[in-house]
């Protein structure tokens, strides 16, 4: 079991590799070797062991990912992209990267041949996903997205369902929900301060709210997220016929309730660390989010969501403390 | 008014051109030059008047695109393709026409800059949706095509949304049903049998029915596409807000009813001429095609089906005399 992991230094990517490395096997079998790429060379601590390599591509070059496929790895994920708020501003980049990068790998898959069709876990995004939209999303509303992010995720999707349909690979799309708690510094992500309002605070520092708080997200934790790549590596994907990307499961949730949660769980002199402050730009692209699902395929397929918003909070506090007595 | 017509040697092209000749405005506006291209030049009937200019370019080539696009038209039509049943087979030039060609025109848009903002219509197709769908497919249903074609058509419709939102151009795509009955040859695309059933007998000769006669399709007429590629060009986009893109309206009808239709018009002999012959690979692709539809948004601005198939038929043979009279 080869494994390659292309975005490896951001995130998700980083618990994705640490995860694979602790469990030791994937799909059943015992990994041999993860290749774990990014535009800068992805750091893990020193006593990885021998099965894990790092490296630096940039998905722009499509040779360099010839370069990388051409190991012919059994399992591919894919997480490298700019992200919302970088690709809204640097319009050529965010192309560059999240189609051009994702066409890149597709093609470098197909152009190995031999009957080589690795398992494609693509992280795509509901961000996919535009207003106006029904109260909640079932699995067959279109995609419509109101950002140049949202829009390059929603054509890797087009893409990898059609070059799975012709047997180049074995693909998985999924819709990741916001990601909540995101450890350490904001990126520039227009999500960034549901992670913030909640990390901030627990740390003793003061929170900006750029939106109202009656504005409801559809969230996931990092652990939760690390756990539907790790299914949409094993799972079956015969389950899924055509269709290759399926929302994941999430909480849908208020702002507000997200700070109620952050009360009972770290009390209300935390909780009072968050001053709202608008900033209309981030308000008008988060207005456009989807924010509720029937997420009915993906829950079938067996991806489960966290149990609720405590016990995300929790989980943080747990992870953040786990970190500090690692370094 | 200056127009541009990419893929004006098809026949919708062609079509279009001499509407647009014969109607001398277009948007309420004089029409001052018509660019007519193609990968080979079209050609029209030498009396077309100073207006028309014919031209060949490969919209694969990003500087042909850039040339075209220079001279700042106010009203492109995008029509140029390769057809389903051809990008299904040659999977590179699929992707590089019907994809990059439609990316170069964009970009070429959106280079020009100086606060330039064409209306650009895009024909896209119904192809891009595929089953299991419902019994009518609403205005909101996902783009989830069981092809090539209809894969780089859906992109296409993405990256048109997505270059109108950020103010690049002022983009329509339509989503045309199958043509019927196309005049002339045969093409490459997985659909021609429906036009072959109604032409060729009505010339006597004899025709191919590779699918079952219980297989419905969605229909309009060549005159109802060239409506709609007016109306797209004419029309209010302040109705369609983010979504760009509408599926046209049509005719829902078997093969059966065309048949039958064919029968009250021309006789039983004409209709006589027609020998199922199973074909599977056709009957494959035409078994993921949608084949009913509510076509709410585009009917409430304005796009307009044909009245019935008999209709359609008196239309082509109408057509069919008018131009052997011509020639």
Known sequence: ??????????????RLTEQLLANGRLCGSQIASILAVD???PAFSSDAGPTLETATAD???????RTLVARKPDVIFHLAAVVSGEAETAF??????NLDGTRHLLEAVRQVGEGYRPRLVFTSSIAVFGAPFPEKIDDTFQCAPLTSYGTQKAIGELLLADYTRKGFVDGVGIRLPTIVVRPGKPNKAASGFFSSIIREPLVGQEAILPVADTVRAWVASPT????FLLHAANMDTGLLGDRR???MPGLSITVAEMIEALRRVAGPQVAGRITHQPDPEIAAIVAGWPRDFLATRA???GFRADADFDTIICDHIADEEARKAAS
Chains 1, 2 share one sequence.
């Open 1 to 14: 079991m080869r494994i390659l992991i292309i975005g490896a230094a951001g995130m998700l990517g980083r």
């Open 39 to 41: 535009v800068v060379r």
């Open 59 to 65: 998905i722009t070059d499509a040779n360099a990912l």
């Open 92 to 97: 050529d980049k965010g192309y560059a990267v």
């Open 224 to 227: 939760a997220a690390v756990g």
């Open 245 to 247: 990307s399926l929302t």
């Open 299 to 301: 829950e079938a397929a």
